[in-house]
């Protein structure tokens, strides 16, 4: 059976910059907090008629330039967002059309922070039976406009930023190389404790006047129970695809974790017993940006931790759902 092979990933960040000084002039909060509590110092926000499907297109045509494909080459996208532009349908269409890909399949991925790597899990399938062998896999994110930027939504707001990571994946025989496994989990049990609650089908209207003005549009986060799951869940299904694979932490080249906070993913290095330098965190510059935030971690770990072909790269995530997964993938 061939396996998915990465040939190239392409990322994208809107080029305003949001410090934490920035944020400080508009919420009761301060750069010190947001550094110790998340590890952030800026992100990437948004402007005005700037979002999802601009990111993933600037991000989609750089992986396909690194790859030497033409958008022809594609075969089928796999689009993995939580924000989409529209109420429908989905940004994986739009995405399709401004590639000027008619006729091919879109598919969108709704599992939040464990988008990207159920995407991954979703392409690889595809690309095992035959069915499809150049995927284009895409994780992109507009979180700014929905958050709360007053002091109700400071949890919240410092932590997350806006970004698209896109991925070629391509059919490989060899045997040294691809990705060896994807691991996925979800408990429904804790759908509250990271949600959006409004607009939703359940209300006639889908949105009211009052929801706005009691905040109901805005996530909702409960963050310490977030963070006591995602450091628990996050090294227990690496080592879940470890097993599977029949192979030692000892052996991870390169990890990538979810950049939920920097907090977490010290917490997940230390659980997992890993060397600074088999781990990579860029969440510093870019802040939590949910599916986007795994292949524009990856995409600068694989060059800054020296990569190279063969090596074992692992991934891991932890996200509303909740859902977690990993992947396990030789470079
Ligand atoms: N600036 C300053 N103070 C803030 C603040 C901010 N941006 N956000 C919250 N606070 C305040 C709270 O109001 C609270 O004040 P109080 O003690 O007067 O009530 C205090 O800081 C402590 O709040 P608490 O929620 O207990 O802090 P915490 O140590 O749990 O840190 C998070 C908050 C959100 C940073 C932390 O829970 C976390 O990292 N959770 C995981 C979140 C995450 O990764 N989400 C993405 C999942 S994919």
Redesign the pocket.
Known sequence: MPRAAFVSIGTAVPERVVTNADLVAR????DE??QQ??GVQERHWVVEGEGVADLAERAARRALEKAGWQPSDVEAIVFATIQSDHVFPGDGCYLQGRLGLPGIPAIDIRN??SGFLYGLSVASAWIQTGQYRRVLLVGAEVQSTGLDVSTRG??????FGDGAGAACLEATDDPGRGVLNVQLHADGRFTRE?SGDAPGAVYHPRVSVKQIEDGSIYPH?E??K??KH?IVRMPEVVREALAKAGLQTGDIKLLVP?Q??L??AEAVQRSLELRDDQVFNNIQKYG?T?AASIPLCLEEGLTARGVRRGDLVALCS???GFTWASALIRW
């Open positions: 919420m009761d909060t301060s907090w947001i509590r998340t939040a922070c400071r949890d919240i707001a410092v932590i990271l986060m963050g310490q977030v963070f995602a979810h939920a906070n907090r977490i939590n949910t932890f996200g509303a």
